[in-house]
């Protein structure tokens, strides 16, 4: 079993939609990570959170550190969100990402 | 923010011949450096990872090697390319537990 797990693998959606993609994992954590990688190859870091909360534009990251889960949730969804959206965490002591196998999101206009 | 350069953007190299893969990075110092490979339709593998100058963890025994001859560049090599060497390689850098940024991306294909 995967120390990150995410759930769907594959996602299609029509523009607009309220998007969510989650990430489970089992171990201690430092830190977690959402990135997004473009059809092209390119990675960007989304977020990096601890606890709680974070936004940004439509995007919005929340974590649940007892139950050790993590949502990625994209409001109004737009055709050019289409990406693989991968969630990684760090463990304490530790500098190295652990990743999960990411999932494809496709919005349809 | 720190800025990843790689190069070159794609390579296809013969099986049995070398490789070397450059990546630098601008807007930090003393940054931790990581090379990535993604095959094709899989997920992210670390290979390698940098805390300072020649010091190299590898995390994925193999024919590639990694070399870090200066704070902001690393440098990822093989003496023999193997057509399973094909994939997507991403250098990556950050400062202590801070997030990651990643480079451009190198595609190998290897025939």
């Known amino acids: 079993k995967n120390e990150v797990e995410q759930s769907p693998q594959n996602l299609t959606a029509q523009e607009g939609e309220f998007i969510t993609i989650n990430c489970s994992y089992s171990?201690?954590?430092?830190?977690l990570h959402w990135l997004q990688q473009h059809p092209g190859g390119g990675i960007v870091s989304l977020f990096m959170?601890?606890?709680g909360k974070k936004k940004h534009g439509r995007l919005i990251a929340t974590i649940n550190i007892q139950e050790k889960h993590s949502s990625l949730h994209i409001t109004a969804s737009h055709p050019r969100d289409s990406a693989v959206y991968i969630c990684?965490?760090?463990?304490?002591?530790?500098?190295?990402?652990?990743f999960g196998q990411g999932t494809r999101l496709t919005i349809n206009p | 923010s720190q800025t990843i350069h790689q190069w070159p953007a794609t390579l296809v190299q013969p099986v049995g011949s070398p490789l070397s893969l450059e990546c630098t990075v601008e807007?930090?110092?003393?940054?931790?450096l990581y090379w990535y490979r993604q095959a094709a339709g899989r997920g992210l593998q670390l290979l390698f990872y940098?805390?300072?100058?020649?010091?190299i963890s590898s995390e994925v025994p193999q024919n590639l090697s990694a070399s870090r001859p200066q704070d902001r560049q690393f440098i990822l090599s093989s003496k023999k390319l193997l057509l399973s060497d094909s994939g997507f390689y991403l250098c990556?850098?950050?400062?202590?537990?801070?997030?990651?940024?990643f480079g451009p991306g190198t595609r190998l294909t290897v025939l």
């Open positions: 807007g930090t110092s003393n940054p931790n």
């Open positions: 990684a965490v760090t463990t304490p002591g530790a500098q190295k990402l652990v």
């Open positions: 940098s805390v300072g100058i020649g010091q």
């Open positions: 171990v201690g954590i430092s830190a």
């Open positions: 959170l601890s606890s």
């Open positions: 990556a850098a950050n400062r202590q537990a801070d997030t990651q940024y």
